[in-house]
């Protein structure tokens, strides 16, 4: 199996916008309400060029964790092209989210948690740290987003 080149710093930030951009499944860890045991679920979101918006059931482990807690780490893409996120997250729900985040985030997701009977949430997750890999050679420097900034200016 031949193995792919480490990319550019340029590359993989490029990489990972257009990733953030595109894709619309997330994986979120977050913890649990006694902060012990992680709890891992997918979730749609949309990315607006600084901040991804997901949504769940207010009830869920997901949910909860992302609302008591304010924290959470999300994956993106396939094993070998993933794009990783630490950030913080802030609930807001769907009377408060304004119409047209709603209606872009039920565009392209197909979920519209508006028209579901359970209470669900909008989460705003703001990432703190970004990180990017897709081969063995890029994990000396996978870091492209360090304290909510690009490392590399557009």
Known sequence: ???AAARTAE???HDTI???EH???????????DGEVP????????WDGAVLLTATAATTPTGRGLRDH?????AVGPADDTVMIEGTAVAVS?????EEDAEI?????GFDPRELAAPHLYFRIHPRRIQAWRAREEAEATDVMRDGEWLLAD
């Not at 709890?39 to 949309?46: E, Q, T, W």
């Not at 985030?105 to 997701?109: P, V, W």
């Open 1 to 3: 199996m031949t193995r």
């Open 11 to 13: 590359q993989r930030k």
């Open 18 to 20: 257009h990733r953030l």
């Open 23 to 33: 894709d619309v499944d997330v994986w979120v860890a977050t913890a649990s309400g």
């Open 39 to 46: 709890h891992l679920a997918p979730l749609s979101f949309v």
């Open 70 to 74: 304010g924290v959470a780490r999300l």
């Open 94 to 98: 769907p009377a408060d989210l304004p």
């Open 105 to 109: 985030f039920a565009g392209k997701t």
